[in-house]
């Protein structure tokens, strides 16, 4: 660290220990550090920014800090950015809604009284809800923006602040950097405007809801159903279902969800079904990882199900479970679901002749190709867009507004999918719904969701993906992270693994119309690929991988090869 480094750093520090506005138990948390530099450092060598994922980090205090000051300063800046935006006169509103996490409900009422302090109306949440749920309130109330408190499915220590425009979209980067420039335009903590929750109340900007608002979320997660008057024949009731909410949002509405479409042999995992801020019986509430269905899969075991299912703190995730042709329960990974339910999707659609000439299944660059070659089978157009939902959300907006495409389906291969047109964001409830519905549908045909899968495969060929990440924490971690990334842009490989590297797709200029991201993707002679990309969310670099070979057992073991190949010079690199 340099010696102005160092200075800033301390001028930061001793600001938070001397500003008036700032509360003595903050200030005991801060002294508590006195001489630790590293820790100083870390808590104050920047200000958190808006990523894929909006303002997420680490509570505590400090600008890089998720606390009650750096989200009353975010949303003082939001709160102008709306206000210069309403030229026309018009009252803006938003949108809140927190998760299960330690500190969300706090921080979001926060927020509303910042927001309430500006004139601007606010619908809060009277509890935990899942993110896709504010990205529809936002859309069904036409509020001019929406806010979520939460930090998805990262470790119990962190916590979010997600923005959202009047679309019920995450803020793409352009109305992210406005936003980011007015927080910067604030100078201190007294330029953040509070109204108290009782005069908020009692002048009618800070509203609650509740029931009504579930009923409305819930009743148009159950209207995407493919196959209900078959699921409430009986067919639900035939298919064993086991879910976990991880300690999150979405315990009640897809329960809700689930039954009311006619699933009636739904089992829930005791143990993680109350919201815990800890989540305290996993590692991480991770539905990407299978030691976070360790819990589900036991009681999977004890009922027979047929699938198991787990959804992430915010419930926009959803990991799924099934059995393989050895009646073990296998992870699916969010590729493998995203392109079962996309051949689900788009085959019930076809079969109801209600599949539209001008229809388009929408995904990332990192995600893969399976289920682009079944979209386009069933003569559906493909789009890829950068990493992070908004991207898709906002091409469903673009298709809304023109009428050119007709918006199938949406997915990430980390666990987000979308169907249906009343949100802007991935939704873990209709992907529930969704996939569950599958599994009853191909359950009657005496299939499984492998089964199915395996065809697949058969098909179109033997896809297979992988994601390895380095967690670089600190300033030294983003120095880290950018000599990786400069390392492999300026020193390319010829080949990898063996392979000759034929192509090197960088998208930190922009590549085939989409934003520039600093983002690598290499591929390969023998159509395998793998992308590097620093993380929006975390300390972390990303490394994606995808082969296609002949066989499960040949993909498997070019897949391992390609893995170590490259992990061994990202580390090298570091």
């Not at 990523?51 to 300063?73: D, E």
């Not at 004139?119 to 993110?131: A, K």
């Not at 035939?238 to 897809?254: A, D, E, W």
């Not at 999918?417 to 359950?443: F, M, N, P, Q």
Request: proline fraction near 4%; charged fraction near 25%; glycine fraction near 10%.
């Amino acid at each position: 660290m340099t010696n102005s480094t160092n200075a800033a750093v301390n001028a930061k520090y001793d600001a938070w220990l001397n500003d008036p506005l700032i509360d003595e138990a903050t200030k005991e948390e801060l002294r508590g550090i006195a001489g630790q530099e590293k820790e100083i450092t870390d808590r104050f060598y920047r200000d958190l920014e808006f990523g894929t994922g909006g303002l997420r980090g680490v509570m505590g205090a400090g600008t890089n800090r998720l606390n009650a000051y750096t989200v009353g300063k975010a949303t003082q800046g939001l709160a102008n950015w709306l206000l210069a935006g309403a030229a026309d006169g018009s009252a803006p509103s938003v949108v809140i809604a927190h998760d299960s996490r330690n500190n969300s409900p706090e921080f979001a009422l926060d927020a509303a009284l910042v927001l309430a302090g500006n004139g601007i109306t606010t619908y809060l949440f009277e509890s935990l809800r899942p993110t896709p749920q504010l990205s529809f309130a936002v859309r069904e109330r036409k509020a001019s923006s929406g806010v979520v408190i939460t930090a998805s499915h990262n470790p119990p220590e962190y916590n979010g602040y997600k923005a959202y425009g009047a679309d019920g979209c995450q803020l793409i980067p352009e109305q992210a950097e406005e936003v980011i420039a007015a927080i910067g335009g604030i100078a201190g903590f007294d330029e953040v405007k509070r109204m108290s929750r009782e005069e908020a109340e009692a002048k009618g900007l800070l509203r609650w809801l509740g029931e009504e608002a579930d009923r409305k979320f819930v009743d148009t997660i159950v209207a995407q159903s493919l196959n209900a008057e078959l699921l409430k024949s009986g067919l639900g009731g035939k298919c064993s279902v086991v879910f976990t909410p991880l300690h999150g949002t979405g315990n009640k509405p897809v329960r809700e969800a689930l039954a009311q479409a006619g699933f009636t042999n739904v089992h829930i995992v005791p143990e993680q079904e109350q919201p815990d801020g800890y989540f305290s019986t996993v590692k991480s509430p991770n539905p990407e990882e299978r030691e976070a269905f360790a819990l589900a899969i036991k009681l999977g075991q004890q009922v027979d199900a047929d699938i198991i299912i787990g959804t992430d703190p915010d419930a926009d995730r959803m990991g799924a479970v099934v059995k393989n042709n050895e009646g073990e329960y296998v992870v699916l990974s969010g590729n493998q679901s995203g392109a079962l339910m996309v051949d689900y999707v788009l085959g019930q659609l076809k079969e109801r002749g209600q599949l539209p000439d001008n229809g388009i299944v929408v995904k990332t660059i990192v995600t893969s190709e399976l289920g682009a070659e079944i979209a386009r089978s069933y003569g559906a157009a493909v789009e890829n867009t950068l990493t992070g939902f908004k991207y898709i959300g906002e091409k469903m907006t673009q298709y809304e507004q023109t009428g050119e495409r007709s918006f199938l389906f949406g997915y990430e291969e980390s666990y987000g999918y979308l169907t249906g047109t009343y949100a802007r964001d991935k939704d873990a409830v209709v992907a529930s719904l969704l996939i569950c519905e599958a599994a009853a549908y191909y359950k009657s045909q005496g299939k499984t969701l492998y089964d199915v899968l395996l065809e697949l495969y058969g098909k179109f060929g033997y896809y297979l993906e992988g994601l390895e990440s380095r967690t670089l924490k600190g300033l030294d971690g983003v120095q880290k992270i950018g000599a990786i990334m400069e390392d492999w842009r300026m020193n390319p490989p010829k080949d990898i693994a063996g392979v000759q590297v034929t192509g090197v797709l960088d998208y930190a200029g922009g590549l085939d119309g989409l934003r520039p991201e600093n983002v690598l993707k290499f591929t390969l002679a023998d159509g395998s690929w793998f992308c590097l990309r620093p993380s929006g969310t975390e300390p972390k670099i990303k490394v994606y991988f995808a082969v296609k070979g002949d066989s499960q057992e040949a993909s498997a073991s070019a897949l391992q090869s390609l893995k170590t190949a490259v992990m061994e010079r990202v580390d090298r690199s570091a």
